[in-house]
């Protein structure tokens, strides 16, 4: 289910990526920017929860703790980090500057 996710957000933004690539006269239909930077952080969130749960079977019942741990560890980290990067691109397109 994650993976099917992952593709459809992938899908919406690659579709941006391509019409924002076609110049000025295609990039004033590009309203919906916000809402995909959104659905991006979103989606990082979701996957964050999952590996957190991952993170609890695995120091509870599983008995691949280590490996699966390890895992884990290093999904959670990366999750972290481009979703801190979704959030400064967030902010920085989308929040008005303080005394602007």
Avoid: E
Avoid at 5 to 11: A, E, K, L
Avoid at 56 to 77: G, M, R
Avoid at 81 to 88: D, F, L, S, T
Wanted: net charge positive; charged share 10%; proline share 2%.
């Amino acid at each position: 289910m994650l993976g099917l996710v992952n593709s459809f957000v992938h899908i919406i933004m690659y579709t941006y990526y391509l019409l924002s690539a076609l110049g000025p006269t295609v990039q004033k239909y590009l309203w919906w920017k916000k809402y995909l930077t959104t659905l991006q952080m979103v989606r990082h969130l979701v996957f964050v929860k999952f590996h957190i749960k991952l993170h609890i079977y695995c120091i509870t019942v599983s008995k691949h703790t280590k490996d699966v741990y390890y895992y884990v560890i290093s999904s959670l980290l990366t999750a972290k980090h481009w979703k801190i990067g979704h959030a400064k691109v967030f902010i920085q397109n989308h929040v008005p500057a303080v005394g602007s």
